[in-house]
């Protein structure tokens, strides 16, 4: 699991020290674990099961769609963390598949800041970003490099999906000063529970190294059935993991609290 740090210019309005303490004391005990889970805000199947989870998940909802503000809402109720989860262009697929606001390559620069800082208002309570597809647009310098410096300005971190292995994110992050988090594994790649099961276990294994990890989930078609993988390893993570949001993964990432707007 990679992280990278703010620069130290925003070391005084990002950060603050007990939260490093924090941080290290608990590193030093065993594992901690961040599930997010994917596309939200359309009503996907398992959502309201997936939301009533017995654990802190981090919640990536997309902006524009008929339940985003709701299920945001609902997550934040309920003690999850919330991101935002923006539509980026593949190298492959529907652009049907993108929704609405979608980060495509042959944008302008003023319309990408644009459609970045209104998916951000769209979606209430939101700390960080992540992206739906994305393989095109997160090897795309130009792009990433705008999306990350609005991340900045809006005090999120990004959490990248790993989509592709040409990203450009860590280094971009890097040098522009946003913390950022990197996925590990997707449990749902494919949609049968022997997989699920089978990626459930593989995580399960990597949880004895008593290091920090990050899986991916989804709701929507196979999101029932992922519900009932979590519901089935969770007890057996929290043996050797504490799951925790996204954030608390980043050494003293001081969420700013995002109200509804």
């Not at 359309?42 to 989870?53: A, I, K, S, W, Y």
């Given at each position: 699991m990679k992280v990278l740090f703010l620069t130290a210019i925003m070391l005084n309005?990002?950060?603050?020290?007990?939260?490093?303490?924090?941080?290290?004391?608990?590193?030093?005990?065993?594992?901690?674990?961040?599930?997010?889970?994917?596309?939200?805000?359309?009503?996907?199947?398992?959502?309201?099961?997936?939301?009533?989870?017995?654990?802190?998940?981090?919640?990536?909802?997309m902006p524009f769609l008929p339940t985003t503000k709701e299920d945001a809402k609902s997550a934040h109720k309920q003690g999850h963390e919330v991101i935002v989860h923006i539509p980026m262009e593949p190298l492959r697929g529907k652009a049907s598949w993108l929704g609405p606001g979608a980060i495509t390559t042959d944008l302008s620069d003023k319309e990408i800041r644009k459609r970045i800082s209104s998916a951000i208002d769209d979606v209430p309570y939101a700390v960080g970003m992540n992206h739906h597809m994305g393989s095109k647009v997160t090897a795309d310098e130009r792009i990433m490099r705008i999306v990350l410096n609005i991340c900045r300005e809006r005090g999120l971190y990004y959490f990248d999906s790993k989509t592709t292995d040409k990203s450009v994110i860590p280094k971009l992050a890097n040098e522009i000063g946003v913390p950022y988090l990197e996925n590990e594994l997707f449990f749902d790649d494919i949609y049968t529970i022997s997989h699920m099961n089978k990626k459930a276990r593989e995580l399960e294994r990597l949880l004895d190294d008593d290091e920090n990890h990050i899986a991916i989930g989804h709701v929507g078609i196979a999101g029932k059935k992922m519900v009932q993988v979590l519901n089935e390893y969770i007890p057996i993570y929290q043996s050797d993991a504490t799951i925790v949001p996204l954030s608390e993964l980043i050494p003293s990432f001081d969420m700013i609290d995002k109200q509804v707007p």
């Open positions: 309005t990002l950060w603050s020290q007990p939260h490093v303490e924090n941080a290290v004391a608990k590193s030093n005990h065993h594992s901690e674990l961040a599930i997010v889970i994917d596309d939200f805000g359309n009503n996907m199947g398992g959502t309201e099961e997936m939301l009533q989870l017995p654990v802190p998940l981090t919640i990536a909802i």
